[in-house]
């Protein structure tokens, strides 16, 4: 059965770090990617971050770049996103994905992820 577990949301003020941690079962993550997305109240969903695990190639949204990082441990089966400088703008609940296809992930296709975990809330505020 394949799921995803993300972990590490919290309360955290602006300037401060959470480190997210997204753990597959019921798949190898070596064999494609994953992608964290996040949604704001009243907010579409959209795309942070991903990673090819075959390649370790990333990518990541404007708003994103320079303050998370992603990265996977393929022997804990585990990808995390380390987020600093955190602003209220970040906000929201977190979803990792697995990514369905075995070329560069794209955070702009949704359709390109086809399994989703519960979700991590993140609020930053003072």
């Known amino acids: 059965q394949v799921q995803l577990v993300e972990s590490g949301g919290g309360l955290v003020q602006p300037g401060g770090s959470l480190r997210l941690s997204c753990v597959a079962s019921?798949?190898?993550?070596?064999?494609?990617?994953l992608g964290w997305f996040r949604q704001a109240p009243g907010k579409d969903r959209e795309g942070v971050s991903c990673?090819?695990?075959?390649?370790?190639?990333?990518a990541y949204a404007d708003s994103v770049k320079g303050r998370f990082t992603i990265s996977r441990d393929n022997a804990k089966n585990t990808v995390y996103l380390q987020m600093n400088s955190l602003k209220p703008e970040d906000t929201g609940v977190y979803y990792c994905?697995?990514?369905?296809?075995?070329?560069?992930?794209?955070?702009?296709?949704?359709?390109?992820?086809?399994?989703w975990g519960q979700g991590t809330q993140v609020t930053v505020s003072l």
């Open positions: 019921g798949f190898t993550l070596n064999s494609g990617g």
């Open positions: 990673i090819l695990s075959t390649t370790g190639n990333t």
């Open positions: 994905a697995r990514w369905r296809f075995f070329w560069q992930c794209d955070i702009t296709a949704v359709n390109g992820y086809d399994k």
